[in-house]
């Protein structure tokens, strides 16, 4: 193979075509030991970093998500702190408390 076909993305000519006799005794040693269970998981990212469009939709897809995300925090922080102050303030047992007050407000109703 000559250096220029290496680069070139050119596929040399089989100039000896009996030399790749497939029914050689020295394929016959082969079985399913180099089998790779992870083929298709492979397959799969070797063909999602390949193909550009795929690549920037997941990407994009990504960030939405990551942006979501940041947004609902943002919303519930207010909530996240009052949760964590009565936490501190009354401890698991007075949040397991309140919880049962909810729960059997529920229960029975508002009237």
Do not use: C
Not at 8 to 30: L, W
Not at 57 to 81: E, R, S, T
């Amino acid at each position: 193979m000559d250096f220029e076909q290496i680069f070139g993305n050119r596929k040399q000519h089989i100039k000896h075509p009996e030399s790749f006799n497939y029914n050689n005794t020295g394929y016959s040693y082969h079985t399913n030991q180099d089998y790779d269970k992870h083929y298709r998981q492979k397959a799969l990212l070797r063909n999602i970093l390949n193909n550009r469009k795929l690549r920037v939709a997941i990407i994009i897809g990504f960030i939405i998500v990551v942006v979501i995300l940041i947004a609902l925090i943002a919303i519930l922080f207010p909530l996240i702190q009052n949760l964590v102050n009565y936490i501190l303030e009354n401890g698991i047992s007075g949040l397991l408390g309140e919880a049962g007050n909810l729960l059997e407000k529920i229960w029975n109703g508002s009237k």
